[in-house]
């Protein structure tokens, strides 16, 4: 069945470093990809989002990056701060069927 | 615009007992989903619906999980009865579901403790 794969499932980085998330999806329909960020305790907020006809987009300090031909994509936050401490959930689906494939999460923190 | 809104927000009940879970999506989603998030887990999902049609329940255990939308807006999921094993925070989530479009939005979910 579908699958997706997400690393590290635990990341620290020192504030003001990048932190760089991955994930890799099995179906090869998918064709968008939306990250989610979830604070203790609160609902996983949409961030970012691609769909499989670009490669890049950035939204200030974040970027996520698609390679439809290996199946992964990437989160990239730049300039990180505490505020960014978080876990974050990859996932993939395809426009038309909008089951959504959450990868397993991972949980980022920026050290002061 | 309100978000997709969910309650209770906490509900603490012994095994055996039915307990339900209510969601109101955001205004004009047809595309309405139930998650279940294990702690330190991503959402998993129980069932999507298209307007009022439950068009994937293949996750949903249908021994002791019910859901409806009968009106294609609110929609009610059930447990009956609860076991210890199924405390975790219900995600109730909607979608425009249009072609092209789609961005999910959660709700604040339901955090269910079964003792």
């Known amino acids: 069945g579908e699958n997706v794969e997400q690393h590290p499932s635990t990341l620290s980085v020192q504030e003001g470093d990048s932190a760089v998330i991955k994930c890799t999806y099995s179906?090869?329909?998918?064709?968008?990809f939306p990250w989610y960020k979830q604070e203790l305790g609160k609902r996983p907020q949409l961030i970012i989002d691609?769909?499989?006809?670009?490669g890049e987009k950035k939204d200030q300090r974040i970027a996520v990056t698609l390679n439809k031909t290996a199946k992964h994509f990437s989160l990239h936050i730049t300039e990180t701060q505490p505020e960014d401490s978080a876990v974050y959930f990859c996932a993939a689906t395809t426009s038309g069927t909008y089951k959504y494939i959450f990868g397993t999460g991972t949980r980022l923190k920026v050290l002061a | 615009e309100a978000g997709v809104v969910q309650s209770p927000r906490y509900k603490i009940i012994e095994k055996k007992q039915p307990v339900a879970f209510w969601c109101n999506p955001i205004?004009?989603?047809?595309?309405l989903y139930w998650y279940r998030q294990n702690l330190g887990q991503g959402p998993e999902l129980l069932i999507r619906y298209e307007n009022e049609e439950a068009v994937d329940d293949s996750q949903l255990p249908k021994d002791r999980f019910s859901a409806e939308r009968l009106k294609g807006v609110d929609s009610t999921l059930k447990i009956q009865p609860a076991e210890l094993g199924d405390s975790a925070v219900y995600l109730c989530?909607?979608?425009?579901?249009?072609?092209?479009?789609?961005?999910?939005?959660f709700g604040p979910g339901t955090r269910l403790t079964v003792t």
């Open positions: 691609i769909r499989s006809n670009v």
């Open positions: 989530a909607s979608s425009s579901g249009k072609q092209g479009r789609g961005e999910q939005y």
């Open positions: 179906d090869s329909a998918s064709n968008y």
């Open positions: 205004s004009g989603h047809n595309t």
